[in-house]
């Protein structure tokens, strides 16, 4: 049996933003429809108290994979990414691994395809003003679904580094042709703003409730354990609020489970999840005026929708390097 080997620039290559955007949508009513196994991940924590090795594994459709990542947030700022690891991908017949995927850029893809969804599921029709919050990789990945998904008509950055700030904007507006505000202060860059996305490693609210316009939809990506959030008890208490799962979400997510632990918000907070949205089970916005967070935590099953979609595209294409693995009677 051969493996084939994906590296960083394939998954750029074979995992469009809008194909993946659409594979998430996929991937979350199956879950919904009880089609796909995720169970929690399980995270094991370096001594520095910061740094991460997540497992995480699940089922969907005709094939099985596990992610395993290692996740830095000392390697911001240096050449290395945040994050580093692989997608295992296995056909879920005779049980054979099929790939080997560099994992740092499937996340970086798929959990800004997730919010793409969440914001063209949840944000107003003509939102256009975004607020990203940090400049790291989730936040490159974060302007181009945000552009997928919306027409942008302003745009502004804010990082606690501004010279990091200032690079990223220029980078950033050159690649798109558009004009990137970097703002001195949280407060200032989402003043206004119709669309927020949280990408940092901030453990401690860098966002409060009461700097949020009505109407605006957040996307709160950048903390995923029970200890660390982003968003402060007021944001949580005055959106509506939306999840990738509620069992990760009751198990991982600070932003919800520090607010519910001081007995501000229960969990029938939970309006719902993406999937539930997509099935039409429960409704999204429900008047422009009212402000929807998408609280995203990163589930196995999107690294799997992924690695289907780059493997099913990597065989059509014949991307990638075959290394012979396993022993096969056939072989
Ligand atoms: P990067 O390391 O590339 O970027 C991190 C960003 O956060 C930088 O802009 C950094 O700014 C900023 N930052 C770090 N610490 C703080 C702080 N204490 N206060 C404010 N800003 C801070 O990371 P990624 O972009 O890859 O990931 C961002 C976050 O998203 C991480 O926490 C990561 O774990 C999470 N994540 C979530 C996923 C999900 O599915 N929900 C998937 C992948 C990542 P500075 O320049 O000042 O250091």
């Avoid at 027409?151 to 004009?179: M, Q």
Wanted: hydrophobic share 45%; net charge negative; glycine share 8%.
């Amino acid at each position: 049996m051969d493996i084939l080997i994906l590296n960083s620039a394939d998954v750029r290559r074979l995992l469009p933003m809008d194909a993946c955007i659409d594979a998430m949508a996929e991937a979350f009513m199956a879950l919904r429809r009880g089609e796909a196994l995720n169970p929690l991940r399980l995270v094991m924590m370096l001594p520095d108290q910061r740094s991460v090795l997540a497992v995480m594994p699940s089922y969907l459709k005709d094939s099985m994979g596990v992610k395993v990542i290692s996740v830095m947030p000392g390697n911001h700022g240096t050449p290395y990414d945040s994050h580093n690891g692989a997608v295992l991908l296995f056909e879920a017949v005779h049980g054979q691994p099929l790939a080997m995927i560099e994992a740092g850029a499937i996340t970086a893809i798929r959990t800004a395809a997730v919010s793409g969804l969440a914001t063209r599921l949840l944000a107003r029709e003509d939102a256009g003003d975004l607020a990203i919050l940090g400049v790291g990789v989730q936040a490159r990945t974060h302007l181009e679904a945000m552009q997928s998904v919306r027409k942008l008509h302003r745009v502004r950055v804010w990082s606690r580094n501004l010279d990091r700030a200032r690079i990223f904007a220029e980078r950033e507006a050159a690649k798109y042709g558009l004009t990137i505000e970097v703002m001195p202060t949280v407060q200032v860059a989402v003043a206004g703003a119709d669309l927020i996305c949280t990408t940092t490693a901030a453990r401690e609210p860098i966002l409060m409730g009461e700097w949020l316009a009505p109407g605006v939809h957040l996307n709160v990506v950048g903390a995923s354990l029970r200890t660390t959030r982003e968003v402060d008890t007021a944001a949580m208490v005055k959106s509506r609020l939306y999840v990738d799962r509620r069992e990760s979400t009751l198990n991982e997510a600070g932003d919800f489970l520090i607010p519910k632990s001081e007995g501000t918000v229960d969990d029938s907070h939970i309006q719902g999840e993406l999937g539930e949205v997509l099935l039409g089970q429960v409704k999204g916005r429900q008047s422009a005026a009212e402000i929807t967070l998408f609280k995203s935590l990163g589930l196995a099953v999107e690294d799997l929708a992924s690695a289907q979609l780059i493997y099913a595209q990597a065989v059509e294409q014949g991307i990638g390097i075959k290394v012979p693995f396993g022993d096969h009677e056939a072989d």
